[in-house]
């Protein structure tokens, strides 16, 4: 399970550093943040493979960090709190959490809980190709989207387009640069199918617009624009 990415929550840097320290020696990339609104941006931005989440937390507590991000995403969650009490575990599985350790804890635990959950949701098919952003999921894995309360399922090629552009979002690629990524090196036809592609996108991405812009780069190519607002 080497190499996933896993971001931690929790307002005691002592604490994040002691797991940023033992998982990394496991193999994971792991980031921190220290408040619930930070994590939500986190995960909108880095799209971590799971979330270790405390409950107790500045700005926005971890029962509505759960619960914002089971709104939009199955990224798998493991909540890590001080509270013991048979109703906050509880509480956590109900409103999405996959597992539950309270604190204090060893970190040889932590790490055989995080590599169990992650293989179960390996086994279940996930691959985490999600990215989640404001009003918007894309969801490579399930070939559709969502735009604000509406799901869309898009054809193989627009899916891919869309995905390597949102997550290289603000870089400029030349229609011969998405043709490779997309089509591969042997693609025959009129490097011109991309404008058809983006026309479609684009058309798809209206209800979001003043948000999300797929942006013509005149003389070079195309880019996904995020809005400064967003």
């Given at each position: 399970m080497t190499g996933r990415k896993l971001l931690v929550v929790d307002d005691d840097i002592h604490i994040c550093e002691l797991i940023k320290l033992y998982l990394t020696k496991e193999?994971?990339?792991?980031?921190?943040?220290?408040?619930?609104f930070k994590a939500l941006?986190?995960?909108?931005?880095?799209?971590?493979?799971?979330?270790?989440?405390?409950?107790?937390?500045?700005?926005?507590?971890?029962?509505?960090?759960?619960?914002?991000?089971?709104?939009v995403s199955d990224i798998p969650i493991i909540m890590?709190?001080?509270?013991?009490?048979?109703?906050?575990?509880v509480l956590g599985l109900k409103i999405g959490a996959d597992d539950y350790?309270?604190?204090?804890?060893?970190?040889?635990?932590?790490?055989?809980?995080?590599?169990?959950?992650l293989r179960r949701y390996q086994k279940q098919g996930m691959t985490y190709q999600q990215i989640v952003l404001p009003n918007l999921l894309i969801d490579k894995d399930g070939?559709?989207?969502?735009?604000?309360?509406?799901?869309?399922?898009?054809p193989p090629k627009e899916m891919e387009l869309?995905?390597?552009?949102?997550?290289?979002?603000?870089?400029?690629f030349t229609r011969e640069q998405?043709?490779?990524?997309?089509?591969?090196?042997?693609?025959?036809g009129d490097n011109r199918t991309i404008d058809v592609h983006i026309k479609r996108l684009r058309e798809k991405l209206e209800p979001v617009?003043?948000?999300?812009?797929i942006k013509t780069v005149w003389g070079v190519g195309y880019k996904f624009e995020v809005k400064s607002h967003v």
């Open positions: 193999g994971y990339d792991v980031f921190a943040v220290h408040d619930g941006e986190a995960i909108r931005e880095e799209a971590p493979h799971l979330v270790i989440l405390d409950i107790m937390l500045p700005k926005l507590d971890g029962w509505d960090v759960c619960r914002e991000l089971k709104k890590l709190t001080a509270k013991d009490d048979t109703f906050d575990k350790i309270v604190k204090p804890f060893e970190p040889r635990e932590l790490a055989a809980r995080v590599d169990a959950v070939y559709k989207i969502k735009i604000k309360n509406q799901v869309l399922e898009l869309l995905y390597f552009l949102v997550k290289n979002k603000n870089q400029v998405l043709i490779e990524q997309i089509w591969g090196f042997d693609f025959e617009a003043s948000q999300y812009q």
